[in-house]
């Protein structure tokens, strides 16, 4: 079945670089691929759904990438501040396949000031 | 609309207690999931009904960990006995039937600490 592996698990950087978490998957026929936040104590909050129609999508301070050749989906978190601070999970899913997605391990960011 | 609700929040148990985990989806979806939560696994999945249904029973976990759907607002999930090791924090999450986009509604879970 699919597997999903994200990169890196922890990441620490100062307030206003750049973030980058990366996942690749393995099942090609993978279609549906989002991004979920997870604060501390907190549940998972949609961040974005990407489908491999799109290969950039922007949000608010952030961009997604998906590169179906590679089979690589990625976030980067332009301009990190303190509020960013959390672990990011990275889900794929495929077509017909009844809302069932594979997560990413996750990468707990961290945004120093 | 209301989220998806979890109880309880937090449970302690001893090593070969009973547990059940309780889950209200969001009204109208049909689809539920549980899944497991740890650090260095991060989400895996337990089981997931659509319509109430079975349709998925995560292989590992099939001989101590039953989840059971006996209306379609509510959920239980089973641990017994417990051990150890089910330390985890256990998250159900929805889905709205024929959305087919996959995007899951997640409650905030639950913490079961097991002595």
């Known amino acids: 079945g699919e597997q999903v592996e994200q990169r890196p698990p922890h990441l620490s950087v100062r307030e206003g670089d750049s973030a980058f978490i990366t996942c690749t998957y393995t099942?090609?026929?993978?279609?549906?691929f989002f991004w979920y936040k997870q604060e501390p104590g907190a549940s998972l909050q949609l961040l974005m759904k990407?489908?491999?129609?799109?290969e950039i999508n922007e949000g608010q301070g952030f961009t997604v990438l998906l590169n179906k050749k590679d089979k690589r989906l990625s976030l980067n978190l332009t301009a990190a501040h303190p509020g960013d601070s959390a672990a990011y999970f990275c889900a794929a899913g495929l077509s017909g396949s009844f809302n069932k997605l594979t997560f990413g391990a996750g990468t707990r960011l961290a945004v120093c000031p | 609309d209301a989220g998806v609700t979890q109880t309880p929040r937090h449970e302690v148990a001893e090593k070969g207690q009973t547990i059940i985990l309780k889950c209200e989806p969001v009204?109208?979806?049909?689809?539920l999931f549980w899944y497991r939560q740890t650090k260095i696994q991060g989400l895996e999945l337990l089981s997931y009904?659509?319509?109430?249904?079975?349709?998925?029973d995560g292989g590992a976990f099939k001989d101590r960990f039953k989840a059971e759907m006996l209306n379609s607002s509510f959920s239980t999930l089973k641990i017994q006995p417990t051990e150890p090791k089910d330390s985890a924090v256990y998250l159900c999450?929805?889905?709205?039937?024929?959305?087919?986009?996959?995007?899951?509604?997640f409650g905030e879970g639950s913490k079961l600490t097991v002595l």
């Open positions: 999450a929805s889905s709205r039937l024929g959305s087919n986009t996959g995007q899951l509604y």
């Open positions: 990407v489908f491999s129609s799109t």
């Open positions: 099942d090609p026929n993978s279609y549906y």
């Open positions: 009904f659509r319509s109430k249904s079975l349709m998925e």
């Open positions: 009204s109208g979806h049909n689809d």
